[in-house]
């Protein structure tokens, strides 16, 4: 898989989904590689939201903190 950002993971997956929803009837000789893509490129996007996450998590909990004490002024 050759996908390593969100955007490009996404892109399989969404190409995926086109490919197989187009089909009249399935192909099972391309089937397994699409379904190992797909789920390489799924895990890359879990990853991705993983890390916005926690990093969204993160800042908002610093921010919180810091409205909840301000510095004292002198």
Avoid: W
């Avoid at 797909?38 to 939201?49: G, K, L, T």
């Amino acid at each position: 898989m050759k996908a390593k950002t969100f955007r490009d993971a996404y892109g399989v997956l969404q190409r995926h989904a086109q490919t197989l929803r187009e089909q009249d009837e399935p192909n099972i000789d391309d089937l397994l590689a699409i379904v190992t893509e797909s789920v390489a490129a799924y895990q890359i996007c879990q990853s991705r939201i993983a890390a916005v996450e926690q990093a969204l998590e993160k800042a908002l909990g610093e921010a919180a903190e810091i409205s909840s004490n301000p510095a004292t002024e002198s």
